[in-house]
């Protein structure tokens, strides 16, 4: 029969490798076809994402990409949404590309792309809508490392490490700043305020009492809420603030005293 179903699934698979031998948009078009008749839609998204970003059929073909991906599975789905949304912000169309990931629920992968592209402020409020513990606290810590390598602005990376709960990272920045003082005084500060946390918990039984009352050692100890601090950079802190005070005290007896 000249209309026999296998015949004609036959035939067109044959013409398969012919569209792979020809070149230009015509070619690619007449093959994503070819391929969607036969079912084949998980290699008609494959080559419609091979369209180059810069080409003038990028968008319709992405979108068609990522509708067909829908129908093969979720992992081909959020997989074409991330290279079309990779895409966009090589033609600098990254708050496109952030809405596609978004859509998918990839808030985290979006976030990084709008750091990409510089949106700091945009990333940051995205993080803040749709993220929660350590995802939210990455995204403020990398805007922290920028400011402070990029803008060089010590005391706003400051702020933002200690909003992400990166306090090692903020009390490292003012050691190597060479600002004693400062360092001596953020630390006390989150002595003072683990502390009080520790004590103002409600402990369940006699157990937790015990365990939460601390030793005489454990009282003269500064207490910093991170396990990432050594007890030697802690105790370097405070060494080094005791000779800042030294040489302040040695530069007030050595200065000539002033009449009002």
Not at 71 to 94: F, G, I, P
């Amino acid at each position: 029969m000249a209309f026999n179903q296998e015949q004609l699934w036959f035939n067109a698979s044959e013409r398969i490798p012919w569209h792979d031998k020809l070149d230009g948009e015509d070619a690619l078009q007449k093959h994503v076809h070819e391929l969607v008749s036969l079912g084949n839609l998980e290699a008609a998204v494959s080559l419609l994402l091979s369209t180059p970003p810069e080409g003038s059929n990028f968008y319709p073909n992405a979108l068609r990409a990522v509708v067909l991906s829908s129908a093969v599975s979720q992992s081909l789905h959020e997989l074409a949404v991330k290279v079309v949304a990779a895409n966009m912000v090589r033609t600098d169309k990254s708050l496109s590309g952030t809405h596609l990931l978004c859509a998918v629920g990839r808030y985290q992968e979006a976030c990084s792309q709008l750091q990409d592209a510089g949106c700091w402020n945009d990333a940051a409020t995205l993080a803040a809508s749709h993220l929660h513990g350590s995802d939210y606290a990455r995204v403020l810590q990398r805007w922290a490392d920028y400011v402070l390598r990029g803008e060089h602005n010590m005391w706003r990376a400051l702020i933002l490490y200690v909003a992400a709960g990166a306090l090692p990272e903020a009390l490292d920045t003012l050691r190597k700043s060479q600002r004693p003082d400062t360092a001596a005084m953020f630390l006390l500060a989150c002595h003072e305020t683990y502390s009080q946390a520790l004590s103002e918990s409600e402990p369940e039984d006699d157990t937790s009492v015990l365990a939460l009352t601390p030793t005489p050692e454990q009282t003269e100890k500064l207490r910093f809420p991170s396990k990432n601090v050594a007890d030697e950079d802690l105790i370097a802190v405070s060494e080094v603030f005791g000779q800042y005070q030294q040489k302040l005290v040695h530069l007030c007896m050595d200065a000539e005293p002033t009449s009002d």
